[in-house]
């Protein structure tokens, strides 16, 4: 089946990404770094042989580059599973940070996800199937220091999320909110996790998979993961 990931050059979207290429199936990933993308392809080819990568670079931040990304992946028939994983992090608080960056924010943690959803939708709701996660973030639940423009975003991204699940019940398809707490990314730059400290991107990816495989009347509605020692 084709399995549809965004922002999948690195962190959670690669990590979820060879997750469903281990079980054979096919891949159709975006990212806005042209030459991370295609390492990110080269190397889940390379591990698995007999799937097909396919990837197109995108900056979903840009409504007519996610129009083109959805027709481009429509190309190869009507997904199975589209993970809305796209977004960026740019810390600040809501009452001195600069202008631009809830703008910034909003285009691709939210609008990225809504305007390739809706693209896709129409095609997915004829065959009557299909699995939509959206990965949002504990910063969806939750105000926190530092979390400004980005929390209201991904809360934003919490409210599509719910929105979609209510609409798409009667349609066969299945919608589930992922919610993660620190994962050693890119976003925490030179952390030192040498403790095990908080989390990895392979713990956000199994959990996506196992959902992926429930039965056809059972949905995961939310999947919310913190590091052990609770969120730093």
Request: hydrophobic residues 40%; contains cysteine; aromatic residues 8%.
């Amino acid at each position: 089946m084709n399995v549809i990931v965004t922002g999948a050059s690195k962190g959670i979207g690669k990590a979820i990404a060879t997750k469903f290429a281990e079980a054979g199936n096919d891949l159709l990933i975006c990212a806005r770094n042209k030459e991370q993308l295609q390492n990110t392809r080269d190397e889940i080819l390379a591990a698995h042989k007999g799937v097909n990568v396919y990837c197109m670079p995108a900056d979903l931040s840009i409504k007519e580059e996610v129009s083109n990304f959805a027709n481009w992946c429509l190309g190869y028939g009507v997904p199975s599973i589209l993970v809305n994983n796209a977004g960026v992090y740019l810390p600040g608080n809501t009452m001195d940070e600069p202008d631009n960056h809830l703008e910034m924010m909003m285009n691709t943690n939210l609008y990225s996800a809504y305007y390739l959803t809706r693209k896709l939708l129409p095609a997915m709701i004829e065959v009557g199937r299909g699995h939509i996660f959206n990965i949002c973030s504990i910063a969806s639940l939750d105000a926190y220091k530092g979390g400004g423009g980005y929390s209201i975003s991904k809360f934003a991204m919490n409210g599509f999320n719910k929105n979609l699940r209510h609409e798409l019940k009667p349609h066969g398809i299945k919608v589930t909110a992922v919610y993660p707490g620190a994962v050693m990314t890119d976003s925490w730059g030179g952390f030192d996790n040498s403790n095990n400290r908080i989390m990895e991107a392979n713990d956000i990816a199994a959990l996506v998979f196992s959902a992926s495989n429930l039965s056809i009347q059972a949905v995961v509605d939310e999947i919310k993961i913190t590091p052990q020692l609770g969120e730093l």
